[in-house]
């Protein structure tokens, strides 16, 4: 048997390595504490994700809906309901409330009316016949033949042209118009005779007249016209008989592509069409200095062919409303 002193140092032995009640109660798991909550997304974090989705949402739906737009302004055979205002710029944009022009007028008569763009702004059509009887009377003729204006909702057009897309543009022949009324089989088949010989530098003496340049002076002085687009050996020929004299409405008649055989008539933006885009105003000058040689250059006169087609005009390039005209239902009526 252990004596007194045996048994103390055992037992002190014993307490020492045995784990104590709040050893034990320390090493108990502690699921049952709450875990510290982890801290929430800033205000400004889930905003900025809530647009990046609601971004990536607004893409991927352009990207579905996105269509060639010629087509689709084409086929509108009526214009759409609503205020008339031209909407985007010349050569990207559309027409809401569009008006007629009618085919035939005392001083008028409108070709090509199989493409139906005899349309336009009210300013325009308003326009076109205030001008009719100024330019016979102008240049002794019997009346104007009146080329295109736009589709009947404006926007991009299959063939033919960049602009005419919100109404303010017209096409006017270098030809009188005849004194009796044409057929429709000869308002779309007749040519548009070219005032200019082949090479494009030079005027064609049997076409141009004195007439043709009192022609382009009378649309040209008219407040409301923004620019005259003709060609550039028209331009050339009217700078030679404005000789010094620096008349202040020659700065509206510009050299352009083409336009050989009408001038392009573009008038300002109108009031109450408040997306219409202005074009930049003219240069300062008659149009007669040095800049005019550029459009006798080889560049010019002998562009490179184009190979293959050229891409259409997407919905997604045009201003947002051009979507509304498109889906408008049709206006009850095509009154000015």
């Not at 991927?60 to 689709?72: G, I, W």
């Not at 001008?131 to 009947?152: C, E, H, S």
Request: aromatic share 6%; net charge positive; hydrophobic share 35%.
């Amino acid at each position: 048997m252990m004596d007194r002193r045996t048994l103390c140092a055992a037992a002190l032995a014993f307490a020492l390595i045995a784990p104590t009640p709040f050893a034990v109660r320390a090493a108990t798991p502690t699921s049952h504490i709450a875990p510290k909550a982890k801290p929430k997304p800033s205000t400004v974090m889930l905003h900025a994700k809530k647009e990046a989705g609601e971004k990536t949402k607004k893409e991927s739906a352009k990207h579905e809906k996105d269509e060639a737009a010629p087509p689709l302004f084409a086929a509108k055979e009526l214009p759409s309901a609503g205020k008339p205002m031209a909407i985007g710029y010349y050569p990207r944009g559309c027409l809401q409330g569009g008006v007629e022009l009618p085919l035939t007028g005392k001083t008028w008569q409108v070709m090509r009316p199989s493409r139906n763009r005899n349309w336009g702004h009210p300013e325009l059509v308003r326009f076109l016949e205030r001008f009719a009887p100024l330019a016979a009377k102008a240049t002794g003729w019997n009346g104007i033949l009146v080329g295109d204006m736009a589709q009947p909702r404006g926007g991009p057009l299959p063939f033919g042209h960049k602009s005419h897309q919100i109404g303010l543009d017209v096409d006017v022949w270098f030809k009188p118009m005849p004194d009796h009324l044409l057929s429709t089989e000869e308002r779309d088949t007749i040519p548009a005779p070219s005032l200019v010989e082949p090479n494009g530098t030079h005027l064609d003496p049997k076409m141009w007249s004195a007439q043709d340049a009192a022609f382009i002076r009378t649309a040209a002085e008219q407040p409301e016209v923004e620019r005259v687009l003709v060609n550039a050996a028209i331009k050339k020929e009217l700078c030679r008989l404005e000789g010094s004299h620096h008349y202040a409405w020659m700065s509206k008649v510009r050299p352009w592509y083409g336009h050989n055989d009408h001038m392009h008539v573009r008038l300002k933006c109108p009031a109450g069409s408040p997306q219409c885009r202005k074009q930049p105003p003219v240069p300062d000058g008659d149009g007669c200095d040095k800049s005019l040689d550029y459009w006798f250059s080889e560049k010019v006169l002998h562009p490179p062919k184009r190979v293959g087609p050229s891409k259409p005009v997407m919905m997604s390039s045009l201003p947002a409303a051009c979507r509304a005209v498109l889906n408008a239902p049709a206006k009850a009526t095509a009154s000015k």
